[in-house]
């Protein structure tokens, strides 16, 4: 009897009588990594793990790429030996390729130089790398074990209410180390609504490895801040965003794999890929934007852009028109902007807004390449959100300023 004939009752019987004969049932131990499996899934202990997860990962990222390399090995090397040798062999310290590859020659270090060869290569080698080691390296381990996808289960509730899901956790997490491969890897969410709001989220609001690093070295006491208000930004135009862009919201679906000791040559592997990606994309884009920077600033471009702007900056942003160059070089590389920005004398707040409004301006051109692939309609419809965003939020963040009394 073909089985569209029998009725569901029967259609029943038959799946039993199958069952029966295929799978075998016993007695099922639960094993450490199970139970872990569970705390590590429910939201009233996942999200306490999930926090200190965070935490470890933001204190050996600190602690190793601040304090451990860059403090205690990478500036003794720039500035002890690197800058004096090449500060002695250069000729002729008041030429035009003096200021452009060695820098200032009254500078005493490498970063207050701002040449080519020397803050060029002591940001992308001294500062940057050993923070984009140290990400990609808790990044694969985190990855490798299975704990991220539990990470997405736990990030569903929140991203669910700005119109993504859990999926969205793994562009974000990428984003801290490099927004390329996190562009790249939006494709992984179902619509384009989804893909095109994680896209623009993370042009905007997402600070790379690279910017966390150099922020960590040159303004430690603020870098809480401005974060507080890049998370702040991404939750308040993500809602608006899920209301405004037409599309879908489907739930998520995610197979969550036991956990697993991280095999190691996996990880060296994925180690050894995305440390030499940074070195091929990033460092060239860092050396060639301070070429650019310097060449801007002897042809009296940059000085030009900024009296334009200074109403702008100064009335509605509240910082100084001298801002304008690190936001022309932020198209090239945001640390580097932002490196540029700790030169200039502020105040701490217009400090934390300076470096908020090099975090949510145009994203750095590495990354505006990835996004052309993604679609010409997707990266015009991003950049009109970023500029909306840009004035209002900046804005904003000097208005809550003038009422704390400290703008």
Not at 242 to 259: A, T
Not at 359 to 375: H, K
Not at 385 to 400: K, S
Request: net charge negative; charged share 10%.
């Amino acid at each position: 009897m073909p089985v569209t004939a029998l009725t569901a009752d029967e259609r029943w019987d038959l799946v039993d009588l199958v069952v029966g004969e295929v799978v075998s049932t016993g007695t099922v131990r639960r094993t450490l990594a199970d139970a872990l499996g569970d705390l590590t899934v429910k939201p009233l202990t996942g999200f306490p793990v999930a926090l200190a997860v965070l935490y470890a990962f933001w204190s050996v990222f600190s602690s190793f790429a601040g304090d451990l390399v860059t403090d205690g090995f990478m500036i003794g090397f720039f500035d002890g030996f690197w800058l004096p040798w090449l500060q002695n062999v250069w000729p002729d310290p008041q030429s035009l390729l003096y200021f452009v590859f060695v820098g200032d020659p009254s500078a005493e270090t490498c970063f207050d130089a701002f040449g080519v060869l020397t803050s060029g290569l002591f940001v992308s080698i001294g500062v940057v790398l050993p923070a984009v080691f140290i990400f990609y390296l808790t990044m694969t381990l985190l990855e490798d074990s299975g704990y991220l996808p539990r990470l997405a289960v736990l990030a569903d509730t929140f991203l669910h209410k700005i119109g993504l899901h859990g999926y969205a956790i793994v562009p974000t997490i990428l984003g801290l180390g490099c927004n390329v491969p996190a562009v790249t890897a939006t494709r992984v969410l179902e619509t384009g609504k989804q893909r095109f709001m994680m896209m623009t989220l993370l042009a905007i609001f997402i600070p790379c490895g690279a910017q966390l690093g150099i922020m960590l070295s040159v303004i430690p006491d603020l870098v809480g801040w401005v974060m507080l208000y890049l998370i702040v930004g991404f939750a308040v135009f993500g809602f608006v965003l899920n209301r405004v862009v037409p599309g879908e919201n489907p739930e998520i679906l995610i197979d969550i794999p036991p956990y697993r000791w991280p095999v190691r040559e996996n990880v060296l592997k994925k180690l050894y890929n995305r440390t030499r990606g940074y070195l091929k994309e990033a460092v060239p884009f860092v050396l060639f934007g301070i070429l650019l920077v310097n060449v801007l600033y002897l042809a009296g471009v940059i000085g030009a852009v900024a009296g334009a702007l200074a109403p702008l900056f100064v009335t509605w942003f509240g910082v100084p028109a001298e801002t304008v160059g690190p936001l022309i070089a932020a198209f090239l590389r945001k640390d580097l902007a932002v490196a540029q920005l700790s030169t200039i004398a502020m105040t701490p707040y217009q400090m934390i807004t300076s470096v908020v409004l090099i975090s949510i301006y145009f994203p750095c051109v590495a990354t505006f390449v990835v996004m052309i692939r993604e679609g010409w309609k997707q990266l015009l419809a991003a950049v009109a959100v970023l500029m909306v965003v840009v004035v209002l939020y900046g804005g904003a963040i000097h208005g809550i300023g003038i009422l704390l009394g400290v703008a």
